[in-house]
């Protein structure tokens, strides 16, 4: 059963994003602390989990988006909400720093050599992907395009390139090992004891329950946002990059908010660096759903500047974690705070646009 959304009223869409929103909040908040389990019970790496398993589940939503929204026609708003998307994550980054860890900076205590391969290989997609937007399609094969192709093979490329590392990094960061507050090591303690008699099994269904339950309220949030896009008049464009952008985000919020909570700090910027380089690979759905021509011309080119705007602020996340600085400004990390100017800014700059 399709919903239809077009002939109700702006208040009724309204309220029907919020309660995809909230679907998608609720779902989000037990995701990490599942990830988590599963890392530690495997052996799996902190920030490989948090890129691929948690990345790839609070991604759902934009899978759910990207499909519907490209299904229907309606290009711009997928392909806004992707390089949209990808800014609008690092800020969450931000905004956790600032009201999770008052007093200390959140990349203090993420000293980890992959998070810096995660973010040169994330650069490296959203500037690929800008590229792909400001020259239009190449060509297409068998009436795929070639950039969306292109894209999906350098996410899986950079996926192994993370993998690899992560097993056997070259070097290690040195000086001191800031060691997380007392109540974040409490926390994830008692955590682990609460699933201390849970198989594995059990917690991967837990994981594939609460994903479904995102992928759910993401598509809600795709039908009502491009509903309240056609009957605000604010524009696919626009909307795609803010409302929907911002919904779609609430995994990474909620996942996030949760794992710096008990003390996962890698792992939390493990997972906004992986959803946004799954974001980029996401070009290849919306193609293949997306019947009217190839997505890429479809999108305009002004959204390029969304994905340069993601490449800013990514850069000053891993100039943080390089330089680990243990100085606030209004309780957040100095990084933290000129993110979130660059991200209101660029938004100001973007609606001129």
């Known amino acids: 059963m ?3 959304l077009q002939d109700q009223s702006l208040l009724a869409n309204l309220g029907v994003f919020l309660v995809g929103a909230g679907m998608v909040w609720f779902a989000g908040t037990k995701l990490s602390q599942y990830v988590d389990l599963f890392a530690d019970r495997t052996g799996m790496g902190k920030a490989f989990a948090g890129a691929l ?8 939503p934009e899978l759910a988006t990207t499909l519907t929204s490209a299904s229907s026609g309606a290009a711009e708003l997928a392909g806004t909400n992707l390089l949209g998307g990808v800014v609008m994550q690092v800020a969450v980054l931000a905004i956790i720093d600032a009201f999770v860890l008052r007093g200390k900076p959140l990349t203090l205590f993420s ?10 290989l994330l650069i490296g997609l959203v500037a690929l992907a800008s590229a792909a937007v400001s020259s239009g399609e190449l060509f297409s094969i068998f009436g795929v395009g070639f950039w969306p192709l292109a894209l999906f093979a350098a996410y899986l490329f950079s996926m192994w390139v993370i993998y690899r590392y992560e097993g056997d990094p070259r070097w290690e960061p040195r000086g001191d090992i800031t060691q997380p507050p007392e109540s974040a ?22 994981f594939a329950l609460a994903s479904l339950a995102v992928l759910g309220g993401g598509f809600v949030v795709a ?23 911002l919904a779609t ?9 949760s794992a710096v909570r008990f003390g996962a700090y890698s792992m939390a910027a493990a997972n906004i660096l992986g959803t946004n380089s799954l974001e980029i690979a996401l070009f290849l759905p919306a193609e293949l759903a997306y019947r009217e021509g190839n997505i890429i ?12 705007l993601g490449i800013v602020v990514t850069s000053l996340y891993l100039w943080g974690i390089l330089e680990r600085r243990d100085r606030t ?5 100095y990084d933290s705070f000129t993110v979130l100017l660059t991200y209101v800014g660029g938004l100001a700059i973007y609606w001129t646009l």
């Open 329 to 333: 400004i209004l309780g957040m990390g």
């Open 185 to 206: 090591r409490d926390l994830k303690d008692a955590h682990e004891d609460k699933f201390r008699d849970v198989s594995t099994g059990k917690l991967i269904a837990f």
């Open 53 to 60: 398993l948690l990345g790839g589940a609070t991604s759902l």
């Open 223 to 245: 039908k009502s946002g491009e509903a309240i896009a056609n009957q605000s008049g604010l524009g696919q464009s626009f909307i795609g990059a803010t409302l929907v952008a």
């Open 297 to 308: 011309d479809a999108v305009p080119p002004s959204a390029a500047f969304l994905g340069c």
């Open 2 to 4: 399709m919903l239809s």
């Open 249 to 257: 985000s609430l995994p990474e919020v909620s996942t996030t908010y």
């Open 111 to 120: 000293p980890q050599s992959s998070l810096l391969i995660s973010g040169v």
